[in-house]
T-cell receptor, first 112, second 112 residues
């Protein structure tokens, strides 16, 4: 089955802890993205990667970090520096950054 | 900076009605525009992608139009069904192909 997987579906953390969200794709896509969605709002871009070993900041990168060591994987770390980390996090990929984006099922992170 | 606006924010219609969702963007230098559907607590499903050189795209009961010069797109849904109830998001890719900017979405409810 081809697609994008995100794990876990729900994640709970205490304030002050770093947490890493997983995103894997087997679509052979070059580009991958992380978005954040808050209740009743659209998506905001956190980080994107157009090719392996390269990534750029999006609109709201502060308090987040990523790596792209493999084409299939684009993990997102939410650090303790992120002031309001509770949100729904969506990962996406596309063949190139100009193509249609395909989304994973999302991870809902709750920090208390 | 690109801004994408969707009006209305919420819409409730009886089953069978034809309806139009609106999307406007401030910077007409776009590469393409995508319409997505999002069910509660789920990821996004791509509905239609319109390249900047195209005027419209059709898929089943869905028709999306693009007027790049005026910064507008519409999503037309024919003969609406309760299963169409979801949030509909539009997003534009800039000409550099490195940024997808989302609107806030239109939450649609189709009543039986």
């Amino acid at each position: 089955d081809g697609g994008i997987t995100q794990s876990p579906k729900y994640l709970f953390r205490k304030e002050g802890q770093n947490v890493t969200l997983s995103c894997e794709q087997n679509l052979n896509h070059d580009a991958m993205y992380w978005y954040r969605q808050d209740p009743g709002q659209g998506l905001r871009l956190i980080y994107y990667s157009q090719i392996v070993n390269d990534f750029q900041k999006g609109d709201i990168a502060e308090g987040y970090s990523v790596s792209r060591e493999k084409k299939e994987s684009f993990p997102l770390t939410v650090t303790s520096a992120q002031k309001n980390p509770t949100a729904f996090y969506l990962c996406a990929s596309s063949p190139t950054s100009f193509d249609e984006q395909y989304f994973g099922p999302g991870t809902r992170l709750t920090v208390t | 900076k690109q801004e994408v606006t969707q009006i209305p924010a919420a819409l409730s219609v009886p089953e069978g009605e034809n309806l139009v969702l609106n999307c406007s963007f401030t910077d007409s230098a776009i590469y393409n525009l995508q319409w997505f559907r999002q069910d509660p607590g789920k990821g996004l499903t791509s509905l239609l992608l319109i390249q900047s050189s195209q005027r419209e795209q059709t898929s089943g009961r869905l028709n999306a139009s693009l007027d790049k010069s005026s910064g507008r797109s519409t999503l037309y849904i024919a003969a609406s069904q309760p299963g169409d109830s979801a949030t509909y998001l539009c997003a534009v890719v800039n000409n550099a192909g490195n940024m997808l900017t989302f609107g806030g979405g239109t939450r649609l409810m189709v009543k039986p």
